[in-house]
């Protein structure tokens, strides 16, 4: 194991502060280190694996499009990307899809959607873009433009973009920041990187409502929250609004590289036409059949059953800890998508911890415990990850 971690030292770019352990393989909601140590998994790649590791119906799907053909260029169709739009589409009761690589390219095709449509509707080239504090929508130059923490912006700025950041939940802050120049709000439904914060009924409606009355697009970053893991297939589902463009990733390709953005039909016929975006590996057959594979898969495995069955049991041993224990401030969360609020104990500290026992999590914000489970995670599953963090901040 160490001579791995001395060799990716030596040659990949040190742009992350690795666990020291090296994952080999993995089945189901378990991941194996290269020496063989077992680990339960509460991280999914950061809310990839929806359908866990190892799934033999998937694998099987994937290795026969490789046999197939795993790539061909956007100027050609293929079957596998047609039948995945259509599948998105229905899900979501919107109207088009862009595939691209990953979340990050998913928001930059958002946003050129978003200001195209305002170019073509007032000529004007100053838009504005209204996003969120505390908000993560990628590291991409336009992505990080709305991404609403200082320590990931303020060494790469001046951006493209004009963008005034609002408060989640706080809708006088964003309606102060609304003029004729701005175009577009850009929000998670479930803030993920920030410290897992849902938006509340009285702010996303109150946002989809000013965006509805002004012309304004909303667009709904779903790349972590969505695709089941909060109790609806996308989180907006559990409100009464409509994005105008929605980004997915993800769970999307159950740790094949892919991700969408969505747009309703006003937006797809009056912002990007022919020419003005693409991408060479975005929606190439192998991806594409790989997320149609896991849509039928998390739909006819009805996992979204599974989601909404277990999300009371996990929350009752989830505040059952934050009784116990005065270092945990509160749970938050919606779904299989939870944090802790940490006191007078770093998240850091927890994480290693349960590395040595056998679990697999990650932090959010600066304080917060974040728990980001497989979906295919049983009652076991839940207790084994009570017992663990039990003992840890017990110790």
């Known amino acids: 194991m160490n001579k791995i971690i001395e060799l990716a030292e030596e040659n990949i770019l040190h742009t992350y502060n690795r666990y020291q352990i090296v994952l080999d393989h993995g089945k189901g909601t378990r991941l194996y280190d290269s020496e063989g140590k077992e680990y339960l998994d509460f991280f999914s790649g950061i809310g990839v694996y929806a359908l866990g590791y190892g799934d033999k119906e998937l694998n099987d799907a994937i290795?026969?499009?490789?046999?197939?053909?795993?790539?061909c260029s956007n100027l050609y169709y293929n079957e596998p990307a047609a039948k995945a739009a259509k599948k998105l589409c229905d899900l979501t009761g919107m109207d088009k899809v862009f595939f691209t690589n990953s979340g990050a390219e998913a928001v930059e095709g958002a946003l050129k959607a978003a200001i195209k449509y305002a170019y073509l509707k007032d000529g004007r080239h100053d838009h504005e873009i209204i996003a969120l504090d505390h908000s993560f929508h990628g590291r991409t130059i336009g992505a990080l433009a709305v991404t609403g923490k200082a320590a990931y912006r303020e060494d790469f700025a001046p951006f493209v973009a004009d963008v005034k950041f609002g408060n989640m939940n706080d809708l006088d802050s964003v309606k102060n920041l609304i003029n004729d120049r701005t175009c577009a709000i850009i929000m998670e439904t479930v803030q993920g990187e920030g410290g897992i914060y849902p938006a509340n009924k009285e702010f996303i409606e109150g946002i989809y409502k000013i965006c509805n009355e002004k012309d304004i697009l909303l667009i709904l970053d779903e790349i972590q929250c969505g695709l089941y893991r909060t109790g609806s297939v996308y989180a907006w589902q559990q409100y009464d609004i409509k994005p105008d463009i929605m980004t997915t990733a993800k769970a999307l390709g159950n740790g094949v590289p892919i991700g969408a953005f969505i747009l309703n039909k006003k937006v797809a016929d009056s912002s990007l036409k022919a020419g003005d975006h693409g991408t060479t590996y975005g929606g190439n057959p192998l991806a594409t059949a790989t997320a149609g594979k896991v849509l039928e898969l998390?739909?006819?495995r009805k996992i979204l059953d599974n989601v909404r069955n277990l999300t009371p049991?996990?929350?009752?041993?989830?505040?059952?800890?934050?009784d116990k224990y005065d270092c945990i401030k509160e749970r938050r969360g919606r779904g299989f998508m939870q944090g802790l609020e940490l006191t007078d104990v770093a998240p850091g500290e927890i994480v290693n911890k349960g590395i040595d026992r056998g679990i697999l999590m990650l932090t959010a914000g600066t304080n917060v415990l974040r728990l980001l489970p497989p979906l295919v995670i049983t009652k076991d599953d839940i207790n084994k990850m009570y017992e663990i963090l039990d003992e840890v901040f017990a110790s």
Request: glycine share 0%.
């Open 63 to 71: 290795k026969a499009q490789v046999d197939k053909l795993v790539h």
């Open 313 to 322: 049991y996990l929350e009752q041993k989830l505040d059952a800890l934050v």
């Open 298 to 300: 998390l739909e006819s």
